[in-house]
């Protein structure tokens, strides 16, 4: 009885979930998906110039 009472309650709570529209999805994946390779390009490019100082660091020769 508790399970049947427990469907009954779970069908009535997704039916009041409020689900994002195709187009806000879409916008939000895009959004999402240029800020990951903007932020992987700056992060690329923070690692090869740390590299760059650093190994001229390291063959300076005192």
């Not at 399970?3 to 009954?8: E, G, S």
């Not at 997704?14 to 992987?40: G, H, R, Y």
């Not at 390009?41 to 300076?60: A, E, N, P, W």
Request: net charge positive; proline share 2%; glycine share 0%.
């Amino acid at each position: 009885m508790k399970i049947i009472h427990f469907i009954k309650i779970l069908k009535q709570e997704i039916n009041n979930i409020c689900w994002p529209t195709m187009d806000a999805t879409i916008k939000t994946t895009f959004t999402i998906l240029i800020t990951s390779i903007l932020l992987s390009l700056i992060l690329c490019i923070m690692d090869k110039t740390l590299f760059l100082i650093i190994s001229s660091i390291m063959t300076l020769r005192f």
